[in-house]
């Protein structure tokens, strides 16, 4: 892929604090005066509402016919005017919450792995992330600020999140020689956390 930009996309079980960190970066790359920009998955667009939809609980069909549908939010949030291959290439710092390694890890529960790499393999060679940032906590803390917040999802259940992290970190392990995979311990203080995060990211740019 010819790119200018920077591609980082961060991940985590739900509640590790990616939107907190996303948004630090985020005004570390202004400080810098480096053009970043905020993004997400699912994303905004009409597969992305149509998948909140799912997970929200309003509207209702198999988790295998949802599987896909990420990976469809997926190739259009890459592929799309102003999407992130358009980002890319006018040099932007691309800050994602959540990527395709969350679909390895969400999706694991139900599908089998190896499809759902393979329906991710055309986003993978499109728009590879030069870094991917995992937020690791406990599912135990995870659900207590989930539980915080008053709204609870589709995959928002404590075992289902201790199984969603440790799918995370199988992904790591085979995934290791092929994607940058750093994994930051999310429960640290959020202004040391960030800290953290800059300084091993500036080793990037
Ligand atoms: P998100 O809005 O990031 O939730 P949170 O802020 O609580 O982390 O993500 C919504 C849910 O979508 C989350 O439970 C994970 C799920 N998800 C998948 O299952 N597969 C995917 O590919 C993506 C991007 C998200």
Redesign the pocket.
């Known amino acids: 892929m010819d790119k200018k930009g920077i591609f980082i996309a961060f991940e985590?079980?739900?509640?590790?604090g990616?939107?907190t960190q996303i948004k630090k970066l985020f005004e570390a790359f202004k400080d810098m005066g480096r053009d970043a920009v905020m993004t997400?998955?699912?994303t905004d667009g009409d597969i992305g509402k149509l998948?909140?939809s799912y997970?929200v609980g309003e509207k209702k069909a198999d988790i295998r016919a949802i599987a896909p549908l990420?990976?469809a939010?997926?190739l259009d949030h890459i592929t799309s005017k102003g999407g992130i291959l358009d980002l890319l290439d006018e040099g932007k710092a691309v800050l994602c919450?959540?990527?395709?390694l969350?679909?390895y890890?969400?999706?694991a529960l139900d599908c089998d792995i190896d499809w759902v790499i393979e329906m991710n393999s055309m986003a993978r060679e499109l728009a590879k992330p030069d870094i991917h940032i995992f937020l690791d906590v406990p599912a135990e803390i995870s659900m207590s600020r989930?539980e915080s917040r008053g709204e609870t999802?589709?995959?928002?259940q404590l075992d289902r999140q201790k199984r969603v992290r440790e799918n995370f970190f199988k992904m790591f392990e085979r995934f290791c020689d092929s994607e940058s995979i750093l994994v930051f311990d999310g429960t640290k203080a959020p202004d040391i956390l960030a800290q953290e995060i800059l300084e091993a990211v500036r080793k990037y740019l």
């Open positions: 985590g079980i739900d509640g590790s990616k939107t997400r998955e699912p998948l909140r997970l990420f990976a939010d997926r919450d959540r990527y395709y969350s679909s890890a969400y999706q989930v999802e589709l995959f928002e």
